[in-house]
């Protein structure tokens, strides 16, 4: 390519580059709005107008985005899975036996408080052919998550399972989205003590 080629090229390239950052960026307020708008309404109760009031932007510029409810809601869906599972992966990145479980309780007490999990859970009762696939991948993913992590804390711990990790995994992975729901729907109820008694049953389990 010639000099005059090159230069010709290289502010077009530019204002590409600059544009589908910003579009990269819209993208990405739609979804922490989509996060907003479920973690005050429940996951079952958004709508692409709350959406826009909450992004500050209107619903036809939603549209041009996501090109509908749906599709916006599986984005959500793979988007929030990503951020669960990268806290889940750091959260006993440094754990030894002495903390491990208090890690394992500071990851999973901050994501009852911040609230995603939880609207990743609520999303599991949309019905579109779109968030169903989004959702089946999420689960998919959230089990090879957690039969990490299950292995990671009897490693630690020096204990080996009696039981197969994907079938402790899917066990814990019950538990957890249904401690998520409780501690939410009772925020006054201790789910510390909760978490203990399943996981000395979970130990239990170790030969």
């Not at 990145?93 to 999990?117: K, P």
Request: glycine share 6%; aromatic share 6%.
């Amino acid at each position: 390519m010639s000099h005059s080629a090159s230069s010709r090229s290289g502010p077009s390239n530019s204002r590409a580059r600059r544009s589908d950052a910003r579009a990269t960026e819209a993208r990405e307020r739609l979804l922490a709005a989509t996060l907003r708008c479920a973690q005050h309404e429940g996951g079952g109760a958004v709508s692409l107008q709350s959406i826009a009031a909450e992004a500050s932007v209107s619903k036809a510029l939603v549209l041009y985005h996501y090109h509908g409810k749906e599709a916006l809601l599986a984005a959500t869906i793979r988007w929030l899975t990503d951020r669960v599972l990268r806290r889940e992966g750091e959260a006993l990145s440094q754990s030894t036996a002495a903390t491990v479980m208090e890690d394992y309780w500071r990851w999973l007490g901050g994501e009852i408080e911040n609230g995603e999990l939880r609207v990743l859970i609520e999303f599991t009762q949309e019905r579109g052919d779109a968030a169903r696939q989004a959702l089946e991948e999420s689960a998919l993913h959230r089990q090879a998550a957690g039969e990490k992590t299950v292995a990671r804390v009897f490693q630690l711990l020096d204990l080996s399972p009696r039981l197969p990790p994907a079938m402790l995994a899917s066990c814990e992975l019950a538990f957890r989205d249904g401690l998520v729901l409780w501690a939410a729907r009772q925020p006054n109820r201790n789910a510390r003590v909760a978490f203990d008694v399943f996981w000395l049953s979970l130990l239990s389990l170790a030969r």
